[in-house]
């Protein structure tokens, strides 16, 4: 069973950074360059959103447009491990982010971690 488990949360002043980690493990033979790497975020009361995404090779991304130029996802194949980069944090960013990793009809998500962006 594959297993995804995040780390690198935590409470951040605003303007700060943080960089989260997405370790995979259980992937039965496989690597995590099968997968794309999507991560997520859900804020108390409203719905989990796509914060970005990065594909198998790590050759190109997206990004929520809150986060363009702020936010960078990259990965580490070898490591099975994808990250969050997260600088000039806003308190809007405050949520719990999830990172999920895609493979044709396979999906698997993260526990979550908390990050919080507060003076």
């Known amino acids: 069973q594959v297993q995804l488990v995040e780390s690198g949360g935590g409470l951040v002043q605003p303007g700060g950074s943080l960089r989260l980690s997405c370790a995979a493990s259980?992937?039965?033979?496989?690597?995590?360059?099968?997968?794309?790497v999507g991560w997520f975020r859900q804020a108390p009361g409203k719905e989990r959103e796509l914060v970005g995404v990065?594909?198998?090779?790590?050759?190109?991304?997206i990004y929520l447009d809150p986060v363009k130029g702020r936010f960078t996802i990259s990965r580490d194949n070898a490591k099975n491990t994808a990250y969050l980069q997260m600088s000039s944090l806003k308190p809007e960013d405050t949520a719990v982010y999830y990172c999920?990793?895609?493979?044709?009809?396979?999906?698997?998500w993260g526990q979550g971690i908390q990050v919080t962006v507060s003076s």
């Open positions: 259980g992937l039965s033979g496989y690597t995590l360059d099968i997968y794309a």
């Open positions: 990065i594909t198998t090779t790590g050759s190109s991304t």
């Open positions: 999920n990793a895609r493979h044709s009809v396979y999906e698997y």
